[in-house]
Every structure is written in structure tokens, then in C-alpha cells.
């Protein structure tokens, strides 16, 4: 292993994560005069939505935005994941092979998002997937073309998404909204004066999906497969249907990536981490930015980003002037919320032999009997594995209306080696600490 | 897009530059990249580095996940299968 402390840094700012929100923070707040170090523990910049297909380029925006990072000096290091924090300044970043210690005065939140994945009977066969994660695989060159796929789930990601892969030459027969045809009804009447440019999207999207039929109502109960998916069981709630398909992309939702925000106590709200017209945190000198302070799409998580650079700079004014357009983003992120929440039917998707913590093969029979998130790490080991229960916890605070557990590091996944390194530094700085 | 050659489980698979792992080893039709600690089989679901089910050994050092990580020539890939 090569030495934890082998390689230091400073910056006057670090944002952490080069998704939308993270590209613009950083080069809102470089454009203002700070030193900037952005990571992202990909290889790619512009997170998950920007990701360009294989031989493609990245979309026109997010080309804009890395060309003003770059040209504001931005120092930009990919496939660099931060994972744990010593206090009072000192991050630790596994690069590589290589771990990192960062030195931060000022510190940008912008680790994004992930899918929220429900259990039901048949969930953990291969090429039942995340609907976003199915995206994010071709467009790295996972093969679709003549596949035949049913999307089921809810929101606008189940069309992008359909539309995306009709486009990669996959055969979407089925696409399952389980919102019902009412509630879909009400937002388009309310989408209209809300953003007009968004209703045009979602038009535009239905016209490639001709041949898909689209089932507001539906949701999947179980999928079938020795080896791997051969087919699908969905309902709306009185009959049900079976499809043959080769994959399943599944899209309830997504979650805020909150395991940065706890391990830095991070004071928390229902949609995500707290923050203020600024977009401070509750934490002295971190900001916050997009998806992790609630859900509100790439628009909003744009606009957070630059207020927090600005703000970050300590260039208010400026920041001040995007409140308008942050308001009215997270109005219509709000209505967005309201018409595709999930339906309690599925709560009980999952039988008693349904594994829920994929890591651990832990079952529903043996979570139910648990109380909450701490007995049933202690009695099952549910969470305790690869994934740390970004998995199953999420999952359970839908099925359980459990909280999540208190976080340690690692705030990310990383090698035992780097690990090493970094519980040492922490166990010296507590030590120090003590009277 | 020039191409690359990678070994999966020993055999010789040429796959264009800038695919990731778990693409290639769908587009060698491997059905589980690894078996769960009961012996199911399992392969990609987040495709973002989160899940840790696309779990394989890359060039002899076990558990990568492989959806973040982009093929390179002569690289070994072994699943659990
Ligand atoms: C799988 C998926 C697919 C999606 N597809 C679409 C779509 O097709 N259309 C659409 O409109 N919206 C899509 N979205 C939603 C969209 O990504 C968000 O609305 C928006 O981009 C949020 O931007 P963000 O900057 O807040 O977060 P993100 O874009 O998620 O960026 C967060 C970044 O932080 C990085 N990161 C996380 N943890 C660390 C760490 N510890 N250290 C360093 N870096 C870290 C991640 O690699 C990521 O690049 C998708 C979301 C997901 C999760
Ligand atoms: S598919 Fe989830 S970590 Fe790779």
C-alpha cells in the first residue's frame, strides 16, 4: 500500500461529486476568484445524466459547463472518491491505488442521487435492473439491441429512460407506471403553466415509444427466471399479466446520497440535507448542492450549484439573484413528488422468502421480525455488507418507515487498504483530542 | 473506436475502448458476474458503483466493481461461474 499521507493537497474549496450540481459550484466559485478542487469518484464528469454513450460526446451543456470549470482553473480529479473526514480539515480520497489526504477551508456537497430498488419475488435475478443503472450501462456498452424490455416504476425517468433505449435498438413492449391514470391527469393540468418546456419534453418522448404500451396503474409482483429474467408478472391491482422479456429496468424513484452529510453531521430534513437561502449547511464552512438537499431534477440541482458557488466565495449578491428561479424549480419539483408517489400495495410486494439485503441474502421472514435498522444489523447482518445498505435501508425506509442507522466511514466504498490509512489518522486525532 | 483484447475467465474477448467491465461481460453473454453468499446468481443492477452486485476479480484483485471500471488491454477478468 503506499503511504496514506504520501501525497497532500490544499484548496480553498473542494466540491465533492461532478454531477451538474458539482460542475457548476465549482466554476461559479473559481469564476469568483477561489482555488477549486473538484473529485468525482467516476471516471466520467457530469454524473449519471450527463454520461455520454459509447463514441458519443457528452451533451452540449454539460460541455459548456466542464469548458468553464476548466477555463475558471478548476482542478478536476476523476475516479477520485472521498471517504472519510478527520477533523477539523483534512479529507481522505482514495485515487487509483493511491489515498490522499485534502485539505479543505471550504467544502461543496454534491454527491448526487442514487435509484431506490423495492424488493419483490424475483428482484435479485440478473438483468432485472435499475432503470437509470440500465441507462448508465449501455451507454457504457452493455448490450440492448433486439432485447426485449419491460420499464416499470414511476415519473419521468420510466419514459427518458424507455425512449433511450428504444433509440439503442431494445424492444420496449411494456412500460408500468403505478401511478394511476388520475394522478397523472392532475399534473399534466398543473405541468401546463408550471414549465411549459417539460410538457414538450414528455410529448416528444411519447412519440418514439408508438409501439410500447404505456400502463398507468401497473406495477411489477414478481419476476421469473432460473439462471436469469425470463419474464415478468405485473398487476393493477385486480388482474394480472405475464410477459416474456430478457430485462426488467425498475425506476421508484431515487434517494439523496446521504452518507457524506451524516458522517459530517449534517443537519437533515425529510427530502435530504438542510440548507439555508444560501445553501449552507448546518455544518460550519459546507455548502450543499442538487440532489442531495431533495430531489428537483438537473435545472435545479444548476441553479444550487451556482448559488453555492457564489456563495461559497462569499459573493452573496450574485448568489441572491438566482432565488427566483430556484423557487420555481423546486415548485414544480414538488408537484412532481405529489403525482408519483409510491402506492402502499408496493410495501407488500416482498413474500417471506424474498431476499432483502442482497449482500447478506438476508430474507423478509427474518427482517420483519426486527424492530428496527440496529436489530436487524445486529440479528440478521441486513446492511452490513459491499453496499454498506444503500440497498436494503433505503428500501426498508419505504416497507418499515425505519430511519437510517447513524454513518461511519466509509462514506463511500473503497479498498480495506485505504481504510487502513485513514482509521489510524482518525484514532490519533481522537486520542489528541482527550484531556 | 479501436479495440482492446481482455480475458474473461481465460478466454480472449476483443471489446472497443471505453466499454467498462460489466458491459463487456454482457456482451460475452455471461450470465451471473458472481453468486451471493447462498449461491444465487447475480449481475449489474445500479450500473453505478452503489450496489456492489457486479462484484468480479479484475487482474487478480477480487470484489471490483465492475460497472465503474473501463477495460484495458490484457486485462484478466474472472466471475464466480
Ligand atoms: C442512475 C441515474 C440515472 C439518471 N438518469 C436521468 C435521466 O436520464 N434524465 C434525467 O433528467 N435525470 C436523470 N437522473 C437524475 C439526474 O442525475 C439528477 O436530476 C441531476 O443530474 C442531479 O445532479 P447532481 O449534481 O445533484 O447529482 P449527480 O448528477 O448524481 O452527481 C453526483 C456525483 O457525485 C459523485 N460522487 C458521489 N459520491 C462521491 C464521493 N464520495 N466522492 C467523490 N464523488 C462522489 C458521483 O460519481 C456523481 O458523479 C438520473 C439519476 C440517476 C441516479
Ligand atoms: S452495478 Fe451496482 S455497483 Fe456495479
Known amino acids: ?435 | 473506436m479501436t479495440d482492446l483484447t481482455i480475458r474473461v475467465n481465460g478466454r480472449p474477448l476483443r471489446v472497443p475502448t471505453g466499454l467498462t467491465v460489466a458491459a463487456a461481460l454482457a456482451m460475452a453473454d455471461v450470465p451471473a458476474f458472481r453468486r451471493s453468499v447462498h449461491g444465487q446468481p447475480r449481475s449489474a443492477l445500479c450500473g453505478m458503483g452503489i450496489c456492489a452486485e457486479c462484484r468480479v476479480t479484475i487482474d487478480g484483485l477480487a470484489h471490483q466493481r465492475s460497472c465503474v471500471v473501463l477495460c484495458r488491454e490484457a486485462m484478466e477478468v474472472v466471475t464466480d461461474d
Not at chain 1, 151 to 159: D, F, K, M, Q, S
Not at chain 1, 408 to 432: K, Y
Request: aromatic share 8%.
Open chain 1, 1 to 435: 500500500m503506499t503511504d496514506p499521507c504520501a501525497s497532500e493537497r490544499d484548496g480553498d474549496l473542494v466540491v465533492l461529486g461532478g454531477g451538474p450540481a458539482g460542475l457548476a459550484a465549482a466554476a461559479t466559485a473559481a469564476e469568483d476568484g477561489l482555488r477549486v478542487l473538484l473529485l468525482d469518484s467516476t471516471p466520467w464528469l457530469g454524473g449519471p445524466i450527463w454520461r455520454p454513450g459509447p463514441g458519443a460526446t457528452p451533451p452540449r451543456v454539460a460541455q459548456r459547463w466542464l469548458a468553464r470549470a476548466d477555463s475558471a482553473g478548476v482542478t478536476i480529479w476523476p475516479q477520485a472518491t472521498a471517504f472519510a473526514a478527520c477533523p477539523p480539515d483534512v479529507l481522505h480520497v482514495e485515487r487509483g491505488r493511491d489515498v490522499c489526504r485534502v485539505r479543505w477551508k471550504q467544502m461543496i456537497l454534491a454527491v448526487g442521487a442514487h435509484e431506490l430498488f423495492l424488493p419483490f419475488p424475483g428482484w435479485t435475478l440478473p438483468n432485472v435492473m435499475g432503470a437509470g443503472g440500465l441507462q448508465l450501462l449501455v451507454k457504457s456498452g452493455w448490450p440492448v439491441r433486439g432485447r426485449r424490455v419491460v420499464v416499470a416504476g414511476t415519473g419521468p425517468l420510466l419514459l427518458a429512460v424507455a425512449a433511450y433505449l428504444v433509440r439503442q435498438g431494445a424492444h420496449v413492449s411494456d412500460i408500468l407506471e403505478q401511478a394511476s391514470w388520475s394522478a397523472l391527469a392532475q399534473f399534466a393540468s398543473r405541468l401546463a403553466w408550471l414549465a411549459p418546456s417539460k410538457l414538450w419534453q414528455a410529448a416528444t418522448l411519447q412519440t418514439r415509444l408508438l409501439r410500447t404500451r404505456y400502463r398507468p396503474g401497473c406495477w411489477p409482483v414478481a419476476a421469473h427466471g432460473a439462471d436469469r429474467l425470463d419474464a415478468v408478472t405485473f398487476t393493477d391491482g385486480t388482474r394480472r399479466w405475464t410477459r416474456d422479456c430478457d430485462v426488467l429496468a425498475c425506476a421508484f424513484g431515487l434517494v439523496p446520497q446521504l452518507r457524506w452529510p451524516g458522517l459530517l453531521h449534517c443537519r437533515l430534513t425529510p427530502r435530504g440535507v438542510w440548507v439555508d437561502d444560501y445553501q449552507r449547511t448546518s455544518c460550519d464552512r459546507v455548502w450543499a448542492a442538487g440532489e442531495i438537499t431533495g430531489l428537483g431534477g438537473v435545472d435545479l440541482a444548476l441553479v444550487e450549484g451556482q448559488i453555492a458557488g457564489h456563495a461559497a466565495a462569499g459573493n452573496n449578491l450574485a448568489a441572491a439573484r438566482w432565488f427566483a428561479r430556484r423557487a420555481r424549480l423546486q415548485r414544480f419539483a414538488a408537484q412532481l413528488d405529489r403525482c408519483f408517489q409510491l402506492r402502499t400495495e408496493l410495501r407488500f410486494l416482498p413474500t417471506p422468502e424474498t431476499v432483502v439485503c442482497r449482500c447478506e441474502d438476508v430474507t423478509w421472514r427474518a427482517i420483519e421480525a426486527c424492530s428496527d435498522v440496529r436489530a436487524a444489523k445486529l440479528y440478521t447482518r441486513c446492511g452490513m455488507g459491499s453496499c454498506q445498505g444503500r440497498i436494503c435501508q433505503t428500501a426498508l425506509q419505504f416497507l418499515q418507515n425505519w430511519s437510517a442507522d447513524h454513518v461511519r466511514p466509509p462514506a463511500a466504498p473503497v479498498r480495506v487498504g485505504s481504510l487502513a490509512g485513514a482509521d489510524q489518522e482518525h484514532a490519533d486525532a481522537e486520542r489528541t483530542e482527550l484531556p
